[in-house]
T-cell receptor
Framework: NAGVTQTPKFQVLKTGQSMTLQCAQD?????MSWYRQDPGMGLRLIHY???????DQGEVPNGYNVSRSTTEDFPLRLLSAAPSQTSVYFC???????????????FGPGTRLTVT | AQSVSQHNHHVILSEAASLELGCNYS??????LFWYVQYPGQHLQLLLK??????LVKGIKGFEAEFIKSKFSFNLRKPSVQWSDTAEYFC??????????FGDGTTLTVKP
């Protein structure tokens, strides 16, 4: 299994440009999430999904859109990039296993985004 | 809103020293608790987790954590750190499916 994969690894955008960060998982996990990591601020939840066709907002959703058309894929769209969106973005997936402890997150390698 | 607080932002230890990183959360209901580690240049990976049963849980690489419900705490410990433990450590709480709240992280530097 490849686990959680993310592309691209690095990206530089100009203010106002749009782009999509790709995330895919091959573990058949129900739940997927997007986080951004900024120095001294830990990981903050942007959007999450509890299954195909179902998404919801996290802590910092403004400026981002998501969709979940399949179990495997969960792309994150930046609508109009701003310097405040310079960050490292992590995609994660998880599953519910009540007998073993639920919702451990499996993380992708991250995308480092710079907006100039 | 739920929150997670990590007590130390940056810890510097010498090899063989003991480690304890504090984590407190604010939520009155049932939670799943995690510690994740991020080694330099790598993505986050699970160190250990607690969801029920024995409040003292053991993880990889000799780490352990103790859940104290009355104190809303889940502190991470290791008796003797190694240089390879240099990393950033995150405490996280999951309240419902797919949503985790993370602490701000603690950067651990171990001097050889």
């Amino acid at each position: 299994n490849a686990g959680v994969t993310q592309t691209p690894k690095f990206q530089v955008l100009k203010t106002g440009q749009s782009m999509t960060l790709q995330c895919a998982q091959d573990m058949n996990h129900e739940y997927m999430s997007w986080y951004r990591q900024d120095p001294g601020m830990g990981l903050r939840l942007i959007h999450y999904s509890v299954g195909a066709g179902i998404t919801d907002q996290g802590e910092v959703p403004n400026g981002y859109n998501v969709s979940r058309s399949t179990t495997e894929d969960f792309p994150l769209r930046l609508l109009s990039a701003a310097p405040s969106q310079t960050s490292v973005y992590f995609c994660a997936s998880s599953y519910d296993d009540p007998g073993q402890g639920a919702w451990e997150q499996y993380f992708g390698p991250g995308t480092r985004l710079t907006v100039t | 809103a739920q929150s997670v607080s990590q007590h130390n932002h940056h810890v510097i230890l010498s090899e063989a020293a003991s480690l304890e990183l504090g984590c407190n959360y604010s939520y009155g209901g049932t939670v799943n608790l995690f510690w994740y580690v991020q080694y330099p240049g790598q993505h986050l990976q699970l160190l250990l987790k607690y969801f029920s049963g024995d409040p003292l849980v053991k993880g990889i690489k000799g780490f352990e954590a103790e859940f104290i419900k009355s104190k809303f705490s889940f502190n991470l410990r290791k008796p003797s750190v190694q240089w390879s433990d240099t990393a950033e450590y995150f405490c996280a709480v999951t309240f419902n499916a797919g949503k985790s709240t993370f602490g701000d992280g603690t950067t651990l530097t171990v001097k050889p």
